[in-house]
């Protein structure tokens, strides 16, 4: 399910309630009643629920929670967590219509900012770090143009056991795309992860060298971690992607091809033959160039 919050209830109960198994995006519902009938109804359908609190799987997140787990960090004394975004900034951001509604309190709930990217926030600290967020004191504020729910809050938190913390989420933070940062500290070290360097994990065993641990299979990587990398080392998770798009283009460049539809040179973007010559060149010119220990022209 992923249409604005407001719909997120009735039509997750429609489905439960005619025994289909549900996967929603996050916030849950719009209210604590809905989600606590939703809760009932998934309880008694016995049908499958998850929430799209998608950043928990990438595989450095698997095994941060997998290094607090092990005890490496010693006591967990304080968490602290922020997502800066600034796709917000512009005057005119809040014109688009997939935006409209995020700004709507009837559909978007009572937060923007905070139920949006605050609650992803929210969700990776307690996952990592093993501890329920028990209080916090939060501050909403517009730090952009006027708008009439926030852009921006500033959380002070605490766990379990008494942990302090601090969350802070914005969409007013110029040069932020998917600044999901998480910092765990203990009595023995400590842990970061940086959503826009996703494939890495800095983990800190005081009165150690610093340790920058990669994802990928082996090495230290746990098989709970493992089952999620799909690609090796120095080969970024984003490459599927990337081979997924190729064969989408090359397939409908064959289509049209089939059907006689002339295609304009700017809608497929597939590397043609002439850039596989280019990068004969390009091959060639180094071979030169090495020889002749000089400038070689492509």
């Not at 009932?40 to 629920?49: L, M, W, Y």
Request: charged letters at 20%.
């Amino acid at each position: 399910i992923t249409t604005p919050n407001n719909m997120h209830y009735p039509a997750a109960k429609v489905f439960l309630e005619s025994g289909i198994d549900v996967i929603c995006d996050k916030p849950l519902t719009n209210t604590i009643e809905e989600a606590k009938d939703l809760k009932k109804v998934a309880d008694k359908s016995n049908c499958v629920f998850a929430v799209c609190y998608t950043m928990s799987c990438y595989p450095m997140i698997r095994q941060a929670q997998e290094i607090v787990r092990s005890g490496i960090l010693g006591a967990i004394n304080q968490i602290h967590v922020e997502f800066m975004q600034d796709w917000m900034t512009p005057e005119n951001a809040g014109d688009a219509p997939h935006v409209k509604w995020r700004l709507d309190p009837k559909i978007s709930g009572p937060t923007s900012c905070v139920g949006d990217i605050g609650t992803h926030a929210a969700h990776l600290a307690q996952f990592v770090s093993g501890l329920k967020m028990v209080e916090l004191r939060a501050d909403f504020h517009v730090c952009g143009h006027p708008k009439p729910l926030e852009d921006t809050v500033f959380m002070t938190t605490k766990y379990e056991g008494n942990i302090p913390g601090t969350l802070m989420a914005t969409r007013q933070a110029p040069g932020n795309r998917g600044g999901l940062r998480l910092r765990i500290f203990g009595s023995k070290g400590g842990l970061e992860w940086d959503m826009e360097n996703a494939e890495t994990l800095k983990l800190n065993v005081f009165g150690q060298p610093d340790q920058v641990l990669t994802r990928g299979h082996g090495h230290g990587v746990s098989p709970r971690t493992e089952r999620f990398v799909r690609t090796g080392r120095g080969f970024p998770e984003g490459l599927i992607e990337a081979w997924a798009n190729l064969y989408t283009e090359f397939a409908l460049a064959v289509s049209a091809r089939k059907d006689g539809i002339e295609t304009p040179n700017d809608w497929l973007g597939y590397p043609k033959i002439s850039e596989g010559v280019e990068g004969v060149k390009f091959i060639e010119a180094s071979v030169r160039s090495n020889q002749e220990k000089a400038w070689a022209v492509i």
